[in-house]
């Protein structure tokens, strides 16, 4: 499957953005799909995933409460809704595709096959 992710952008500390991951190629709804994020010299970083069929949501704690994944089977679309930005939000944030399997990792970058460009979201204080 390929993945193209977009939306990112510059906000100031407060604000929100939603980022979207379109994906083609294959069967939407057999992937587990997952956001990630890697900030200048930080290792890359688990956000935030949904199961294949959407019933199963998961959050890394820092962003609990503040960030919302959802996804569209019809237009192929994972979203991730972000707000009350803070500073410490500011990094490259992936999207990735992770293959129907009968076991579930959301939080292993290892388990996603498929990973889209990124894209930039930058926080302003």
């Known amino acids: 499957v390929q993945l193209q992710a977009s939306g990112g952008g510059l906000v100031q500390a407060g604000g929100s953005l939603r980022l979207s991951c379109a994906a083609s190629?294959?069967?939407?709804?057999?992937?587990?799909m997952g956001w990630f994020r890697q900030a200048p010299g930080k290792e890359r970083e688990f956000v935030s995933a949904?199961?294949?069929?959407?019933?199963?949501?998961t959050y890394a704690d820092s962003v609990k409460g503040r960030f919302t994944i959802s996804r569209d089977s019809a237009k192929n679309t994972v979203y991730l809704q972000m707000n009350s930005l803070k500073p410490e939000d500011t990094a490259v944030y992936y999207c990735?595709?992770?293959?129907?399997?009968?076991?579930?990792?959301?939080?292993?970058?290892?388990?996603?096959?498929?990973w889209g460009q990124g894209t930039q979201v930058t926080v302003s204080s």
């Open positions: 990735a595709a992770q293959e129907y399997s009968s076991s579930y990792y959301p939080r292993t970058s290892e388990s996603y096959t498929s």
């Open positions: 190629g294959r069967t939407f709804s057999r992937y587990g």
């Open positions: 949904i199961s294949w069929s959407g019933g199963i949501t």
